[in-house]
């Protein structure tokens, strides 16, 4: 179902309760409509001073929320929702400050929630496998190293990002993603892990990158290209994490995570709020 954009403002009325709030999270997690996860039967009672479903047939009770992101949180479902508009809306993010400060509530509070949504994001986009034109290189994060040297120095964070695109040149999907270094063989684990067969790989000409040519055998070919878009994308991470972050490099991984969801849906029909109100309704906090 396609919906049209939505203000803060109609979002914030139409999600001011608990009860709107859970019936959205049901809507979003059974969007086929219930099923119990114990023995598949499609009826149940709702026991809405709990929060529950109980299944008609063997009688186990789910909770809209249990097992997910949002499992025994402490804080309003309304909270929860505001929090998923805001960080959608804004392609520069919201940080914990800015939760805290915008939600009313504790810093610690904002910072797990915001970890959480991050991880929810992170979980959408894990199974996904680029394929395609995939331009691919490794890069540095961080601030100037402490002897003041920019570049690959010793201080900085180690990734690798990956982006697909079109014949045509259009940018699709990316993915970032920490590593502990840049030998042949955390490469080829990630590409391994990313790519799908007869992926057309474009990256740098390092050392690291002409072994993964050697080992990837399932793929069609390998060539260099000038990854016009790859860089884009790590610049805008850069700017977003400067931005938003602070520069910051401590869980640097869910900021990534958080940059390639929204990125991987810039051009997405329905308002991103709703996708990702999905991904956190259909999250496995056992999973993380
Ligand atoms: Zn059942």
């Not at 610049?235 to 869910?254: D, E, I, M, P, W």
Request: aromatic share 12%.
């Amino acid at each position: 179902m396609v919906r049209a954009a939505i203000s803060f403002r109609e979002f914030r009325m139409r999600y001011h309760t608990e009860a709107a709030c859970r019936e959205e999270l049901f809507r979003q997690r059974f969007p086929e409509g219930f099923v119990c996860p114990k023995c598949g039967c499609k009826e149940f009672y709702a026991i809405r001073s709990r929060n529950i479903c109980q299944c008609r047939s063997c009688r186990r009770q789910t909770s809209v929320t249990a097992g997910t992101m949002m499992h025994r949180t402490h804080l309003p479902w309304t909270v929860w929702f505001w929090a998923i508009y805001l960080c959608t809306t804004d392609k520069r993010g919201m940080s914990a400050v800015q939760f805290s400060r915008t939600l009313g509530i504790s810093y610690d509070s904002a910072w797990h929630l915001s970890e959480r949504i991050r991880k929810a994001m992170e979980q959408r986009d894990r199974h996904y496998q680029r394929s395609g034109i995939v331009e691919m290189n490794d890069y540095y994060v961080g601030g100037p190293s402490h002897n003041g040297k920019r570049g690959r120095g010793k201080d900085k964070v180690k990734a690798v990002a990956a982006i697909s695109r079109t014949e045509d040149g259009i940018p699709l999907f990316v993915r970032m993603k920490v590593v502990d270094g840049f030998k042949g063989k955390t490469l080829q684990q990630i590409a391994d892990q990313c790519f799908a067969e007869h992926t057309k790989v474009e990256c740098g000409g390092y050392h690291s990158h002409r072994s993964l040519e050697n080992a990837a055998l399932s793929y069609s070919c390998y060539e260099a290209g000038d990854l016009h878009w790859l860089h884009t994308a790590i610049s805008n991470f850069k700017a977003f994490l400067l931005g938003t972050c602070h520069g910051r490099c401590v869980h640097l991984q869910s900021y990534m995570d958080e940059f390639c969801f929204r990125f991987n849906r810039r051009n997405t029909a329905n308002p991103l709020c709703f996708r990702l109100a999905r991904a956190v309704a259909a999250s496995c906090a056992l999973l993380c």
